[in-house]
């Protein structure tokens, strides 16, 4: 009968043992890449589309090259960043009911290799990065140092109550930069609509740490595996969830009355997609606490495709009417 690499990682974790075989091994650096969390690149999309709808250009070869060496070059940085979250966070994860399966937790994974790894990588993707505009390569850079400073200590920025939250959500406008400068270098993306992405990032993030927090459920251990758990309750953690929601759509109706008046049919969507997210945070294993799992999430994939395919049309179809009922200025 066929053992799952889980309960092989239990055992090793359980009897302390540091010997594993080449191919567990490999495996398990395999693993720590965390290739499947590369759904995570979809926060790339609204950045090439918006600058489509707002520069004019359309798809063709050379933009179509852009965006297959810019995913890919993504792809590597975060997975150069999962790497060293993964040998950085080990003995924190051992404190997780569920993390602690993890390879480097488990001790599969060589250390020295694992940072081998990490920094290869990180490498391969600026290469990569270096062949497209320069906006690119900086937003490269930039989502790697966030990597570092989210993990390394001293400042190591997720063992800081709020800080954590907004020093890892600020990769959603950085994602948003990868997508803008894979189509153009000649204007710089909207700065509403960056924050809006932040704050939004913020919102799912406070929602996983909210959600994490209370499937724990005791505030010592929670404390032991995330340093900014001994600062946070859950009512702490919900108010900061209300005010990302809010900043967010502050920012977002600011984008719209100044760039696409078209956009506001889109809040209903929106406020739908949030108040389904905000509700699978309350269950049990929920998906919130592993967004690479929301594709098992029927409902909000479905409005979240909803959501992309109105917002790709309100981008490219003009509806002059509503400038009747949202003028730009009183009269």
């Not at 090793?12 to 965390?34: E, F, M, N």
């Not at 290469?127 to 490269?140: E, I, K, P």
């Not at 270098?185 to 609509?193: D, G, K, M």
Request: hydrophobic fraction near 50%.
């Amino acid at each position: 009968m066929p053992v799952s690499s889980t309960s092989v990682q239990s055992e090793i974790l359980a009897k302390g043992l540091t010997h594993v075989s080449v191919r567990q091994r490999l495996g398990a650096h395999l693993r720590i890449a965390r290739l499947d969390h590369s759904i995570k690149q979809l926060f790339i999309l609204p950045g090439i589309v918006l600058a489509m709808a707002l520069t004019g250009r359309r798809m063709d070869s050379a933009l179509a090259i852009n965006l297959c060496i810019g995913m890919i070059s993504a792809t590597l940085i975060a997975s150069s960043n999962y790497v060293l979250n993964e040998l950085l966070d080990a003995p924190f994860d051992r404190q997780h009911p569920t993390k602690k399966n993890r390879p480097a937790a488990c001790r599969l994974v060589s250390f020295g290799w694992g940072y081998a790894q990490w920094i290869l990588m990180m490498i391969a993707g600026l290469t990569l990065a270096n062949m497209l505009f320069r906006g690119f390569l900086f937003s490269a850079i930039a989502l790697w140092v966030m990597g570092c400073i989210y993990n390394i200590p001293p400042i190591r920025s997720k063992d800081l109550p709020y800080v954590d939250v907004l020093s890892e959500s600020i990769n959603n406008p950085i994602r948003f930069c990868l997508g803008w400068y894979m189509v153009t270098a000649t204007l710089l993306p909207p700065a509403s609509v960056l924050v809006s992405y932040w704050m939004l990032g913020a919102y799912f993030m406070a929602l996983k740490r909210f959600s994490e927090y209370r499937q724990i459920g005791d505030a010592s251990v929670a404390g032991s595996y995330r340093k900014s758990f001994r600062y946070y309750n859950q009512e702490s953690l919900l108010n900061s969830v209300v005010f990302y929601a809010a900043a967010s759509m502050l920012f977002f109706g600011a984008f719209i009355m100044r760039y696409r008046i078209e956009l506001i049919l889109l809040f209903p969507l929106v406020a739908w997609l949030m108040a389904i997210y905000f509700g699978l945070s309350f269950r049990r294993e929920s998906a919130v606490q592993n967004p690479e799992k929301l594709y098992r999430e029927p409902r909000l994939m479905l409005v979240l495709a909803l959501c992309t395919a109105v917002s790709v049309v309100l981008l490219f179809v003009n509806i002059p009417w509503l400038t009747l009922f949202f003028p730009r200025s009183l009269p």
